[in-house]
T-cell receptor, first 116, second 116 residues
């Protein structure tokens, strides 16, 4: 079974500071990895995804993430955050093989709060 | 292209009642997945439908059921509501069935259900 651990439940930062949201996963098979963002009272919006190829993935709103297979990590980074980045961020993993046991497994989320 | 839409956005029910939630996927998407989001349990997979057939199911009791129509629209039904069913119910659509793995899921805004 897969699992996702988001190491920080809350991350407060000041505007224009860099930020890293950490995500580690556990799986016995190869995986696809995703980061989603959820603004208050809204659904989830896809930020970026790793399916294959380059381990450095660039997403929307200036975010990027790096897949590290040896450390089973997929940390999300942004060099300079804005107030508007305040939201909850979810890391998710799915089994590459698909099949009847496929599902998207989410971490518990990290609340990013950007202060002026 | 219009995104995933969910109706209604908010719902209040009492224990013992039943409820039906609706989800219209992105045009051309044939897979619809449902998730329950609560503060305590986070995001949990309910089930997935593809081509009107349930392809995957999470660990929820039989009170939770769904169906998909020929136009890919999906409904989720919860019978004999319990207080613990209060949650945000999210629907996600993707082009591919989970059986093929890796289909990126796009989420709707959710239906917030409150059970009194």
């Amino acid at each position: 079974a897969q699992s996702v651990t988001q190491l920080d439940s809350q991350v407060p930062v000041f505007e224009e500071a860099p930020v890293e949201l950490r995500c580690n996963y556990s799986s016995s098979v190869s995986v696809y990895l995703f980061w989603y963002v959820q603004y208050p009272n809204q659904g989830l919006q896809l930020l970026l995804k790793y399916l294959s190829g380059s381990t450095l993935v660039k997403g929307i709103n200036g975010f990027e993430a790096e897949f590290n297979k040896s450390q089973t990590s997929f940390h999300l980074r942004k060099p300079s955050v804005h107030i508007s980045d305040t939201a909850e961020y979810f890391c998710a993993v799915s089994d590459r093989g698909g099949g009847s046991n496929y599902k998207l497994t989410f971490g518990k989320g990290t609340l990013l709060t950007v202060n002026p | 292209k219009a995104g995933v839409t969910q109706t209604p956005r908010y719902l209040i029910k009492t224990r013992g009642q039943q409820v039906t939630l609706s989800c219209s996927p992105i045009s051309g998407h044939r897979s619809v997945s449902w998730y329950q989001q609560t503060p305590g349990q986070g995001l949990q997979f309910l089930f997935e439908y593809f081509s009107e057939t349930q392809r995957n199911k999470g660990n929820f009791p039989g009170r939770f059921s769904g169906r998909q129509f020929s136009n890919s629209r999906s409904e989720m039904n919860v019978s004999t509501l319990e207080l613990g069913d209060s949650a945000l119910y999210l629907c996600a659509s993707s082009l591919a069935s989970s059986a093929s793995g890796g289909g990126t899921q796009y989420f709707g805004p959710g239906t917030r259900l409150l059970v009194l």
